[in-house]
């Protein structure tokens, strides 16, 4: 399995990026797909989570109401919009898939595969 994610780049505070991930890998299935962060000499937190059947979200307090999480079925593919962005989302973003069914989505430790990494920077 493989984890493709692109979307970063800079942006001014108040604006909007739209992050997308793509999976690959034969037969890739997995039950919750979710976008972490890691600000610099800061743990990785959770930021949202998607799960692949019936689409149910689940996001970080500091993001609810700016952020919305997504996925395209056909295309493996998940997104997060992130709007109205502050220079405290600036970090990078990380996409992961739980392959193996667990039920505490906001730990890295629920995730079997991840993608590089995205920098995004919010400037003030």
């Known amino acids: 399995v493989q984890l493709q994610a692109s979307g970063g780049g800079l942006v001014q505070a108040g604006g909007s990026l739209r992050l997308s991930c793509a999976a690959s890998?034969?037969?890739?299935?997995?039950?919750?797909m979710g976008w972490f962060r890691q600000a610099p000499g800061k743990e990785r937190e959770f930021v949202a989570a998607i799960r692949w059947s019936g689409g149910m979200t689940y996001y970080a307090d500091s993001v609810k109401g700016r952020f919305t999480i997504s996925r395209d079925n056909a295309k493996n593919t998940v997104y997060l919009q992130m709007n109205s962005l502050k220079p405290e989302d600036t970090a990078v973003y990380y996409c992961?898939?739980?392959?193996?069914?667990?039920?505490?989505?906001?730990?890295?430790?629920?995730?079997?595969?991840w993608g590089q990494g995205t920098q995004v920077t919010v400037s003030s």
């Open positions: 992961a898939a739980q392959v193996v069914l667990r039920v505490l989505l906001r730990s890295i430790n629920s995730y079997d595969y």
């Open positions: 890998g034969r037969s890739f299935s997995s039950y919750y």
